[in-house]
């Protein structure tokens, strides 16, 4: 499965982006799918999660709030909602997907398969 995420960019604080992520040759509904995000010189960590059910979220608790997990089926897509960033969501954002996907793991990197290249969020102060 090819993840392809877009719609980074460059923003002030306080302002909105939204990031998207396909998957070619694929129904997103198929999938668990999770965001995660890497600033320079740290680790990926856990953003946001979507169960493949679509009925289940889970967040990191500096997004929680201001993030919002979602997919779009007729457009076989699935988007993370950003508003009110902040400098500190300055990071490369990766979205990545999962066909089997247990509970305990949806915060755990190594527990999906498959991982779009990236896209660039910088948040200015």
């Known amino acids: 499965v090819q993840l392809q995420a877009s719609g980074g960019g460059s923003v002030q604080a306080g302002n909105s982006l939204r990031l998207s992520c396909t998957a070619s040759g694929r129904t997103v509904s198929m999938y668990n799918w999770g965001w995660f995000r890497q600033a320079p010189g740290k680790e990926r960590e856990f953003v946001a999660a979507?169960?493949?059910?679509?009925?289940?979220?889970y967040y990191a608790d500096s997004v929680k709030g201001r993030f919002t997990i979602s997919r779009d089926n007729a457009k076989n897509t699935v988007s993370l909602q950003m508003n009110s960033l902040k400098p500190e969501d300055t990071a490369v954002y990766y979205c990545?997907?999962?066909?089997?996907?247990?509970?305990?793991?949806?915060?755990?990197?190594?527990?999906?398969?498959?991982w779009g290249q990236g896209t660039l969020v910088t948040v200015s102060s």
């Open positions: 990545a997907a999962s066909a089997g996907l247990i509970l305990s793991a949806v915060r755990e990197k190594n527990a999906y398969e498959y």
């Open positions: 979507l169960r493949k059910s679509g009925s289940y979220t």
